[in-house]
């Protein structure tokens, strides 16, 4: 796992909060799109760490290379550590997305509901892209964690990885 520096699993906590008051309803929070929200996040600090010219780019282009790979596997290894140290078990390698459990928003919309107050976190925490993309991935693990009771563990960790995989290699909106 690639949390080095405290101020990460801080961050980690504000990110949690942060999506859960930003997305709660009268209903509740939607665990798929609390899930897929922080693996966007940590894809999208992902991306940016690798040290690309984003601004050459138009937001929502594909982006592909080796180093955004590299760093998106690191990224969904801390969600992987994180599960392990929480005693969430997976035990599926399907990795189909059932049509039910698509979160509620776009990956453009979570971008722009959360890419200013994460900034703002990262920020007071004085971390780097890099490790915010690594408390990201933390409040990943620790939704899909908390939201065990209502959703499967194995489709909430199906969802982070396609959320994430889709952020890194989407060029963010800003």
């Known amino acids: ?17 942060t999506i859960i008051s930003l997305l709660s309803t009268g209903r509740g ?16 600090f992902a991306l940016r760490s690798c040290g690309l010219p984003m601004s050459q780019f138009t937001p929502g282009t594909p982006i592909l290379g ?13 969600v992987n550590d994180t599960l392990a140290g ?7 390698s399907n ?11 776009q990956l453009a919309e979570v971008q722009s509901m959360l890419d200013a107050p994460f900034r703002a976190i990262i920020d007071k925490y004085h971390l780097s892209e890099e490790e ?10 620790v939704l899909i964690e908390k939201a065990a009771s209502c959703l499967d563990p ?3 960790y199906t969802v982070a990885v396609y959320g994430m995989v889709e952020a890194c290699k989407t060029v963010p909106i800003a």
Do not use: C, W
């Open 29 to 44: 929070v939607h665990a798929e799109t609390a899930i897929s929200a922080a693996s966007r996040i940590a894809g999208t």
């Open 1 to 17: 796992m690639m949390i080095d520096n405290p101020n990460q699993l801080k961050a980690s906590a504000e990110f949690t909060q």
């Open 154 to 156: 194995n489709i909430g």
């Open 86 to 92: 929480l005693n969430v078990e997976l035990n599926s």
């Open 95 to 105: 990795y189909e997305l059932p049509e039910d459990n698509t979160p509620h928003m």
């Open 66 to 78: 080796d180093v955004i790979d590299e760093q998106g596997n690191k990224v969904l290894a801390t």
């Open 132 to 141: 915010g993309a690594h408390a990201a991935a933390v409040s990943t693990a």
